[in-house]
């Protein structure tokens, strides 16, 4: 019978785990008073990090098996729920404030031309990312534009507020 490969995986990361572990147990051993030292805080140390690795092992396994509800009425067309997405809209989210604060500094010279520049660059960048959903999209577009008329701070802000808003509407789960 042959075993998962989660299981596999895991089974190789312990091994590799306990003989670092017992490697270091005895170095730390030689170093602090000698030989026998060295084999207590080996066989210590590997006996620790595979009781650790056992009892964790329910969990570090559970992470490989398919997630029951994935195939039920899925919309093929929509993007995984992986959480991917969820982290280019808070990249996207970063980027396009700090472009904000660079537009808006709160000191007349607190950022030079060619840093507004770049950060509007990133900005751009991100927000054009194809993983990103397109709500998002569009509402960080709409920030970006506000952002670019530079005239009112507070229809940035607005606009900053709608984008958070809209990451917020488009995480999984709620």
Known sequence: MKS????????MITFVLVTCGAV????????????????????VAGVGAGLGSFFSRRQ???????????DSGADPGALPADGYAEGLA??????????????????????????????????????????LPYPVQTSAAAALEAIDLGAD?????TAMKALCLSIYDHRRGR
């Open 4 to 11: 998962p490969a989660g299981a596999r995986i895991h089974l």
């Open 24 to 43: 270091a147990g005895g170095c730390l051993g030689l170093l602090v008073s000698g030989r026998l030292m060295a084999v207590v805080f080996a066989a």
């Open 60 to 70: 570090v396994l559970a992470l490989f098996e398919p997630d029951p509800g994935a």
């Open 90 to 131: 808070d990249a996207a989210l970063v980027c396009i404030a700090t472009y904000q604060a660079a537009v808006f500094p709160l000191t007349p010279d607190g950022v030079s031309e060619a840093e507004r520049k770049a950060r509007r660059t990133m900005a751009y960048r991100i927000s054009a990312y194809e993983g």
């Open 153 to 157: 701070p507070k229809l940035a802000e």
